[in-house]
């Protein structure tokens, strides 16, 4: 597995500045945290074992002082709860609180933490550098184009992008009988990747 994912990054090195850059070990270190957090989830999940749960609360604690935009995470548990174990979604809120609570402890403290820039949401924007971000998860994108210019555009513009935003997130839907896992891993990748542009493109 390990081989297959070295040859894969060769290929297609979509995330150079984990590698390549010092100052993004945060990302490998978050990495390091969030992924063996869902798998002491899953065990919870199939052994039905507190420990395992409060293991998986710890990682994911670790990971987020690795680097916030892992807080998407409880949102990619309740996708597995919906789509994979067919759970009702009240009972797969549920035990997501404490994921949530801990996201929001460390969210308000790097919030405190850092300057205010009096940025305002751009809904346009964030719609293209979005685009932007899944184009460059193609391979063919231009990787030194690093973000997009902040277009504000008219009310029109940034209606336009807010239903291109919905419209994103409800596609993976489509496939949720058919294809339950496509579907969770779908929303693997558009969940955790929305922090990466609300939080820098804001501005």
Known sequence: TAIAAAALFVVHPVHVEAIAWISSRKHLVAAAFVLPAFLAYLKYRQRCALPLYLV??????????GKLSVIAFPAVLVSFDLFIEKRPFKRSIVDKIPFVFLGLLVAVAVRHAQRETGAQPVLSMHAAS?????????????????????????????????????ALFTLPLLSRKRYPLVTVLAYWVFLTYLPTQVLPFSY
């Not at 998986?56 to 002082?65: D, G, I, K, T, V």
């Open 56 to 65: 998986s609360l710890l990682l994911f604690l670790l990971a987020l002082l």
């Open 130 to 166: 979005f685009l932007q971000g899944l184009w460059l998860l193609t391979g063919l994108g231009n990787y030194v184009l690093y973000r997009v210019p902040p277009v504000r555009g008219t009310v029109l513009v940034q209606f336009a992008g807010a239903l291109l935003l919905v």
